[in-house]
């Protein structure tokens, strides 16, 4: 765990090399480690290295169905790899498994909005802080966004970045879209 915690603060500071190492370092710990796979995999999405987060991801959902962000990462690696069908498939699946998980329905959400799906991702968002009691900053701000560029109601999207900072003052997405 320490190994994974040291090469997420490598990736965050841009030391892409020593990130890299510290994963290998924990392989040879662990080969099968499902939180190294899923944070590899998270690592290579960053980098745009989408069939390797793939492969990474899946390998990680296979050796713990129960990784909600397995499922999640996996679902936006899927999207971003170009598997639109498959990504929604995953979300679904997802979305079966953990219905009550914010996390699902708002990255689901956001998958739906870049297929234009706007309705359906208003309602995954507006799921997402139902099951969240409306802590789940970032469904906020999506609604926000939604409601800004799709609907036009700015009045609207300032509500729901001030919601987000409200849930969580540190929500640096929410500082950014106000």
Not at 47 to 59: I, K, Y
Not at 72 to 90: F, K, N, P
Not at 121 to 126: L, N, S, T
């Amino acid at each position: 765990i320490l190994l994974l915690k040291r090469a997420s603060l490598w990736f965050e500071r841009e030391k892409h090399d020593d990130a890299k190492a510290d994963f290998e370092r924990a392989f040879a710990l662990e080969p099968d480690s499902p939180d190294a796979l899923c944070h590899r995999g998270q690592m290579r999405i960053l980098q745009s290295e989408n069939g390797a987060a793939v492969e990474d991801l899946r390998r990680a959902v296979s050796l713990d169905p129960e990784s909600v962000l397995a499922r999640v990462q996996l679902g936006m690696a899927l999207h971003r790899s170009g598997a639109a069908s498959e990504a929604r498939q995953t979300f679904e699946a997802a979305e079966r498994a953990f219905s009550k998980s914010a996390d699902v329905l708002n990255y689901f959400g956001e998958v739906l909005v870049e297929a234009n799906e706007f309705d359906l991702a208003e309602v995954k968002f507006r799921a997402a802080l139902e099951v969240s009691d409306s802590r789940y900053a970032l469904a906020h701000v999506n609604l926000g966004v939604l409601q800004l560029h799709v609907r036009q109601d700015l009045d609207g999207a300032v509500e729901n970045c001030k919601r987000a900072i409200a849930a969580d003052p540190l929500c640096e997405t929410a500082h950014v879209h106000m």
